[in-house]
């Protein structure tokens, strides 16, 4: 337990590191110099910690897939941020329960009527936040919403495969090692291919300090929801991570003074009831 509430606040703090850095920084060129960091901190721990002997080729390719489906999350997930409220990634973050739910039900044989009532509440939830947001600056576009559909359903299918390979004993600091340096690659390419040199040297700069202490903050927060997840399954740890959304949002309220109004609380209510139900109907 203590491994998951840790993730819980470190997952959050993170959210606000990314919001506040992304405000005047490419989301590639952020990605790429926190990835840096997070890749060496991870690999010199696998060097000192673990022997990579023992991963097998399959166990390798597992983890790969559950990284890219990462990446995907991770830029869906910025490329939102970068122009929204950090409240709607809390939000999207809750509601993800559903996708979880339907992996079980597609792939676990659930019974799908046990989870009706948890999956309307949410929907419930979910529209009446839209409809409060709909005429103040919370407000966002349907491309925007697309983006953290497709975040929450990386994301999903990230917890799942690695929960998968944890219980493989496939351990941790592998899978984060892995993540990270795909993120890097990534970014990185796509860095230098659209933005100037000079740009990525301002960056590189005047980020060192803000980029140093998110990758510490990640590096904690991937460790301990894995620590976590090792002990647990999606459905359970997810019960406790609920919390993490609403962090989030309180965090999003506190440091970049948006206003939540009654509305909104009563609609976060509504889902956080839907998702808690859905959990329960399922597990």
Known sequence: ??????????????????????????????????????????LIYIWLF?????????????????????VLGLFCMLFALKNISLQW????NLIGVIFTALYLLIFENFDLNESVVGILTIFLGFGFFIFSTSKNRLRITIKQHFLLILMTLFFTVVSVIHWKNLISNVPPLVIIANQELIVFMVSLAVTLKTISSSAIKE???????????????????????????????????GLIF??????????????FKEKVTTKNWLAIGIISLGAFLLHIQTV
Not at 214 to 236: C, E, H, R, Y
């Open 203 to 237: 960056t590189i700069s005047s980020k060192f300090s803000q980029v140093l202490l998110m990758s510490i903050v990640v590096i904690g927060a991937f460790t301990s929801s894995l620590m976590g997840l090792k002990v647990t399954d999606p459905l359970v740890s």
């Open 242 to 255: 609920l919390a993490s959304p609403l962090t989030t949002i309180l965090f999003s309220a506190y440091f």
């Open 89 to 92: 990634i809390g939000i999207y």
């Open 1 to 42: 337990m203590t491994f998951i509430f840790l993730a819980i606040l470190l997952f959050s703090i993170n959210n606000v590191l990314w919001k506040k850095n992304l405000e005047n920084t490419s989301v590639t060129s952020l990605m790429a110099y926190r990835s840096f960091f997070t890749s060496v901190i991870s």
């Open 50 to 70: 673990v022997d990579i002997r023992l991963i097998s080729f399959t166990e390798f390719i597992k983890v790969t897939l559950g990284s890219v489906s990462g």
